[in-house]
């Protein structure tokens, strides 16, 4: 009994070590949201005190009427910025934790490998083919797993890419012109 605990201890101290990574990465991103969140706070306060001394300038209608409008225009590239900058957030987390499982997946894929190998060198005589034949469906595994994990990079790096071509020609919410009276 205690060789088998002995024999589990690793595994359940990198089970141990790979939660409390992910506990990390979790509270890291409430703190980066919560930085967003207060800092989207303080802006739309400096807005609101702006629009405030703005209106109490105007004097016509139509004055207000544009203003309104331009408000409006602001308010609403103003949202799609934030929205940018909340999808950035969760695809660095996203990222992080890729990184996290795929460092661990390694790490496993790895245990069974030579796990296999070691296996298979103890096969009984006469089971060459079918040793053989494990070895190759292994090896197809594996490439399989690389293979899907580059066409994973790969989409992962176009979506950013369309996000940074959308960025760029996406246009820059200008702060809006003091009315005269």
Same mark, same amino acid.
């Given at each position: 009994?205690q060789?088998?605990?002995k ?5 359940i101290?990198a ?15 409430v703190?980066?949201?919560t930085e967003? !969140?207060?800092?989207?706070s303080?802006q739309?306060a400096?807005?609101?005190? !702006?629009q405030l001394?703005?209106v109490?300038e105007?004097k016509?209608?139509a004055s207000v ?8 225009e602001?308010?609403a590239k103003y949202a ?6 909340a999808?950035e957030?969760?695809?660095?987390f996203?990222a992080?934790l ?8 390694d790490?496993?894929?790895?245990e ?5 190998v070691?296996?298979l060198?103890?096969?009984?005589q ?6 053989a ?5 292994v090896?197809?595994g ?7 994990r580059t066409a994973a990079?790969k989409?992962a790096?176009?979506?950013k890419?369309g996000?940074e ?8 919410a200008a ?6 009276a």
């Amino acid at each position: 009994m205690q060789d088998q605990l002995k024999q589990l201890k690793p595994q359940i101290e990198a089970s141990v070590e790979a939660a409390y990574e992910v506990a990390n990465l979790a509270l890291s991103q409430v703190e980066r949201a919560t930085e967003l !969140s207060l800092a989207q706070s303080k802006q739309n306060a400096a807005f609101a005190k !702006s629009q405030l001394q703005a209106v109490s300038e105007l004097k016509d209608p139509a004055s207000v009427f544009q203003f309104v409008q331009s408000q409006l225009e602001a308010s609403a590239k103003y949202a799609a910025g934030v929205a940018a900058t909340a999808f950035e957030l969760s695809q660095e987390f996203q990222a992080e934790l890729t990184e996290l499982a795929e460092t661990q997946f390694d790490a496993k894929q790895a245990e069974v490998n030579k796990l296999i190998v070691e296996t298979l060198k103890n096969a009984p005589q006469g089971s060459e083919a079918a040793v053989a034949a494990l070895k190759q469906a292994v090896d197809a595994g594996n490439k399989a797993v690389a293979q899907a994990r580059t066409a994973a990079k790969k989409s992962a790096e176009l979506a950013k890419q369309g996000l940074e071509q959308l960025k760029a020609n996406a246009p820059q919410a200008a702060k809006p012109a003091r009315r005269r009276a």
